[in-house]
């Protein structure tokens, strides 16, 4: 009969600090015992589950980002459908505009191609993508992201002073990694401006 009886055993965890000042996981059980005179007594075993939870938070962190992983790959595969009609329709209007419209419309076609790079970036999970490193004029380059915010700069009544040099300033680099370098630092001044203020932007050759 007393091999049939069912015994409840208590399991809980709790975090205690040990001398060291290091933050411990303690995993521990109860299990109650009834002795032959109708006494009780009970059984605590302590253990040191500190790594095992570690590892399962791990895991469940690595679970996450797979999952993570998943659902980028699904966006970025949807994003990019539209996109490559925006592109093809940019690229008409680049034809079909007179000449003072074609720079922003290019702009904005070198600003999606931008935003492809992204897209294929995002769907690969924790992995290193390779720079796309070619021939630029860093000054063409800055004279197209002040083209870019010039609408936002001017709403906050900044003006912006700019000194390029007239020879283009050849460079080898990645042009989505600058432009997004680049955008970073105007947005930046121009909220460190506030408004009213004055923007200057000066390239020179070393």
Not at 29 to 36: C, E, H, I, Y
Request: a positive charge; one cysteine or more; aromatic letters at 4%.
């Amino acid at each position: 009969k007393l091999g049939r009886r069912k015994v409840h055993i208590a399991r809980a965890q709790a975090p205690i600090l040990v001398g060291s000042g290091e933050e411990k996981v303690i995993g521990y059980s109860v299990t109650p015992l009834r002795q032959a005179r109708g006494g009780h007594s009970w059984i605590l075993l302590f253990r040191d589950i500190t790594d095992s939870q570690r590892l399962g938070n791990e895991m469940r962190r690595l679970e996450r980002l797979v999952s993570l992983g998943e659902i980028t790959a699904n966006v970025a595969h949807e994003l990019k459908n539209p996109l490559t009609v925006m592109y093809a329709n940019m690229e008409w209007l680049l034809e079909k505009l007179p000449e003072e419209f074609r720079r922003r419309v290019q702009i904005t076609i070198d600003h999606m191609e931008r935003m492809e790079a992204i897209i294929a970036r995002m769907g690969i999970l924790s992995k290193d993508q390779p720079l796309e490193v070619r021939r630029i004029d860093l000054g063409d380059l800055v004279a197209q992201m002040l083209v870019f915010v010039d609408k936002t700069l001017r709403e906050k009544r900044i003006d912006v002073a700019v000194a390029v040099p007239a020879a283009p300033l050849w460079i080898q680099g990645d042009p989505a990694q600058l432009q997004q370098a680049l955008l970073n630092i105007i947005m930046n001044a121009g909220q460190a401006i506030g408004a009213n203020g004055t923007l200057a932007v000066r390239l020179e050759r070393c």
